[in-house]
């Protein structure tokens, strides 16, 4: 039985794995941090922001990460380049769950604006899943 153990200052949010068990995903009120748990506990990027939500396709390569002021990016795995940013809100809200669906063509956003929530469906690029 092998232990490791983070022991970090700061309020922790989301965390995640990817499904391979490859990468390890933790997010805090300032930033999301990939671990590469191949070689531990190496950091191999990082993603400002207060994270309230996480989730990766089914192949293992986009990380999804919903924010408190409604923002969603995509991140390629495992090079953390920054794909692409969706906003989802047209006033003030927060991102409060996320999943892709089980081929990883859409992406679901679930949102909180004061007393309201929405589902949002996104259909991504084919090219992101194939």
Known sequence: IYRQEWTEYFRLG????SNNGLYLFVANEN???IHDMQSLPEIIATH??????MAINPLD???ATGTADG???????????????LEACEEECTITALEF????????IHT?????????IYALPETLYR
Do not use: C, F, S
């Open 101 to 108: 669906d089980p081929t990883g063509a859409r992406l679901m």
């Open 14 to 17: 989301e965390t995640l794995w």
């Open 31 to 33: 930033k999301v941090e």
């Open 112 to 120: 909180e604006e004061e007393q309201t929530q929405h589902i949002l």
């Open 61 to 63: 390569t986009i990380l």
């Open 48 to 53: 400002q922001g207060n994270v309230t939500a």
């Open 71 to 85: 923002e969603v990016h995509l991140t390629v795995i495992p090079t953390a380049e920054h794909w692409i940013e």
